[in-house]
């Protein structure tokens, strides 16, 4: 029987489309190609995802990569951020969730500073019954550190719990774990099938 529902951010909970990004961002092809290759698709990526790189240190090292000025580097990242736009069908699915009494958690491969600013916005602590940033932990999916952690300082039976994720990766770290697990491909059509799972009218 599932008792908690455990969600991924990026691309579950909030929009994450590294194409659109860059594209809305700048029109020129090559500087996209740039900010995909050099930024986001760079190892420096998952440190500052990881925790072990700050902010204020990974925009002048991605400036540097792309021959930016750290300006405007530093808006490219206040473009990601506000790019993280809540998908409104997942939201009233995590609702739904917590009004069956059924506990719901996350866990996120994200910066610490990203994810206070969607805190700021979206009051993530006060909606979900906890969760972890991989960014403040220090370890990542699909390492299975981080989900054990998660069990622990939650007091989570794997075995009672459904973990939703787009990685593949990710989902197979969680079952090996024992935990049931979900690909989430797109919101309408994934938040269906979770409500039929769950039994959620």
């Not at 490219?76 to 506000?82: A, D, K, T, V």
């Not at 059924?102 to 009051?123: I, P, V």
């Not at 491909?185 to 769950?198: A, F, G, T, V, W």
Request: glycine content about 4%; proline content about 4%.
């Amino acid at each position: 029987m599932i008792k908690n529902v455990i969600f991924d951010f990026g691309a579950v909970l909030f929009e994450w489309n590294p194409a659109k990004i860059v594209s809305t961002f700048t029109d020129s092809k090559d500087e996209q190609t740039l900010l995909l290759e050099r930024v986001l698709n760079h190892p420096d990526w998952l440190a500052l995802d990881r925790g072990t790189m700050l902010m204020a240190e990974a925009i002048p090292r991605c400036a540097g990569r792309v021959n930016f000025p750290e300006s405007r580097m530093e808006d490219f990242f206040e473009h990601i951020q506000n790019s993280l736009c809540l998908i409104d069908e997942t939201y009233n699915l995590v609702n739904q969730v917590l009004s069956l009494n059924l506990s719901a958690y996350f866990l996120t491969n994200m910066s610490s500073a990203f994810f206070e600013k969607l805190n700021e916005r979206h009051g993530l602590y006060q909606l979900f019954d906890g969760g972890l940033v991989s960014g403040k932990e220090l370890s990542i999916k699909p390492e299975t550190e981080i989900f054990e952690l998660l069990c622990q300082r939650f007091e989570i039976n794997p075995e009672e719990s459904l973990f939703i994720d787009d990685q593949p990766k990710n989902l197979e770290a969680a079952k090996s774990l024992g935990f049931k697990v979900f690909l989430f491909k797109s919101p309408q059509e994934s938040c269906r099938d979770i409500r039929n799972l769950l039994k959620i009218n």
